[in-house]
């Protein structure tokens, strides 16, 4: 009888761990609709799912808002996000534009029971500002800084970028230039356009340059080292508590690759070609040892 007890522990207790895996509810990453969301939450989803959680997808999701609110509600345990827009939204009156100042600024304003993980500084999808190279030289402007001096004369042209993050009031947001008007385009191609054809003297962009049809052949992308434009770094959105030490940092470890020309590459091939951002993200974790 001994003999048959000692052989029943092991197998009741390999049923206990099968039931108690089949129990465990998913870590849920939640999307909103934009292209850039639905990479970023495919990546960190298959990002977690290597550290042997069960993970799925929620798309869909609206606004900010409704991240934060899903967050709250234990409904989603990560979302992604940039630290800029974020820190704008949580913070109207916040001053950061370095990385590190918003990092700084953007965890303490964080909702109770939310926090984020690192910031991707190697992605960084902040507003572009870009000249005609005619005007570049004449003017003799590389810089936004070397800009901000001449923007009470300049006329500048703004557009969002399809399949990105919603950047709150991009024109605005460029330290130590006001701009003589703004002018909005419906989309960068047309903002492009505007700027060829001189009906504006620049032209904001939000989001990188990678975004622009056509690309930036005879037009100039003003570098900013002196951050006057706030980054917008893709980050991880956390309720606190949902993920273990190692989970956060493989979500760290993510931050750590990501990178501003491979991110828009992504982007754009779900936006533009309908690609599937699970098979993307699959093929990015592998290429980067994730």
């Given at each position: 009888?001994?003999?048959v007890?000692?052989?029943?522990?092991p197998?009741?207790?390999?049923l206990?761990?099968?039931?108690g895996?089949?129990?465990?509810?998913?870590?849920?990453?939640?999307?909103?609709?934009?292209?850039?969301?639905?990479?970023?939450?495919?990546?960190?989803a298959?990002?977690?799912?290597?550290?042997?959680?069960?993970?799925?997808?929620?798309?869909?999701?609206?606004?900010?808002?409704?991240?934060?609110?899903?967050?709250?509600?234990?409904?989603?345990a990560?979302?992604?996000?940039?630290?800029?827009?974020?820190?704008a939204?949580?913070?109207?009156?916040?001053?950061?534009?370095t990385t590190?100042?918003?990092?700084?600024?953007?965890?303490?304003?964080?909702?109770?029971?939310?926090?984020?993980?690192?910031?991707?500084?190697g992605?960084d999808?902040?507003?572009?500002?870009?000249?005609?190279?005619?005007?570049?030289?004449?003017?003799?402007?590389?810089?936004v800084?070397?800009?901000?001096?001449?923007?009470?004369?300049?006329?500048?042209?703004?557009?969002?970028?399809?399949?990105?993050?919603?950047?709150?009031?991009?024109?605005?947001?460029?330290?130590?230039?006001?701009?003589?008007?703004?002018?909005?385009?419906?989309?960068p191609?047309?903002?492009?356009?505007?700027l060829?054809?001189?009906?504006?003297?620049?032209?904001?962009?939000?989001?990188?340059?990678?975004?622009?049809?056509?690309g930036?052949?005879?037009?100039?992308?003003?570098?900013?080292?002196?951050?006057?434009?706030?980054?917008?770094?893709?980050?991880?959105?956390?309720?606190?508590?949902?993920?273990d030490?190692?989970?956060?940092?493989?979500?760290?470890?993510?931050?750590?690759?990501?990178?501003?020309?491979e991110?828009?590459t992504?982007?754009?091939?779900?936006?533009?070609?309908?690609?599937?951002?699970?098979?993307?993200?699959?093929?990015?974790?592998?290429?980067?040892?994730?």
């Amino acid at each position: 009888m001994r003999v048959v007890a000692r052989m029943l522990v092991p197998v009741l207790a390999g049923l206990a761990v099968s039931c108690g895996a089949e129990e465990a509810e998913p870590l849920v990453v939640g999307a909103q609709g934009a292209a850039e969301s639905r990479v970023l939450a495919d990546i960190y989803a298959q990002a977690l799912a290597r550290t042997g959680a069960a993970v799925r997808v929620e798309p869909g999701l609206g606004s900010r808002a409704e991240v934060l609110a899903a967050l709250d509600a234990g409904t989603v345990a990560v979302a992604p996000d940039h630290n800029g827009a974020l820190l704008a939204d949580l913070n109207v009156g916040a001053e950061a534009t370095t990385t590190k100042a918003v990092t700084r600024e953007l965890n303490g304003s964080l909702p109770q029971g939310t926090v984020t993980s690192d910031a991707a500084d190697g992605a960084d999808f902040e507003p572009r500002v870009l000249v005609t190279a005619a005007v570049a030289e004449q003017r003799g402007i590389d810089s936004v800084e070397q800009l901000g001096a001449q923007c009470s004369s300049l006329v500048a042209g703004v557009a969002a970028v399809p399949g990105l993050f919603e950047l709150p009031q991009v024109a605005g947001k460029i330290s130590g230039c006001a701009f003589a008007s703004t002018e909005v385009f419906p989309g960068p191609g047309e903002l492009r356009r505007a700027l060829l054809e001189g009906r504006v003297q620049a032209a904001v962009l939000a989001g990188p340059a990678e975004f622009l049809p056509g690309g930036t052949e005879g037009l100039t992308v003003l570098a900013d080292p002196e951050d006057a434009i706030r980054p917008e770094n893709p980050l991880a959105l956390v309720r606190k508590g949902a993920l273990d030490d190692r989970q956060l940092e493989k979500l760290n470890y993510v931050a750590g690759e990501l990178t501003t020309d491979e991110l828009a590459t992504l982007v754009l091939r779900v936006r533009d070609e309908s690609a599937d951002p699970g098979e993307l993200a699959r093929t990015w974790l592998d290429a980067h040892g994730l």
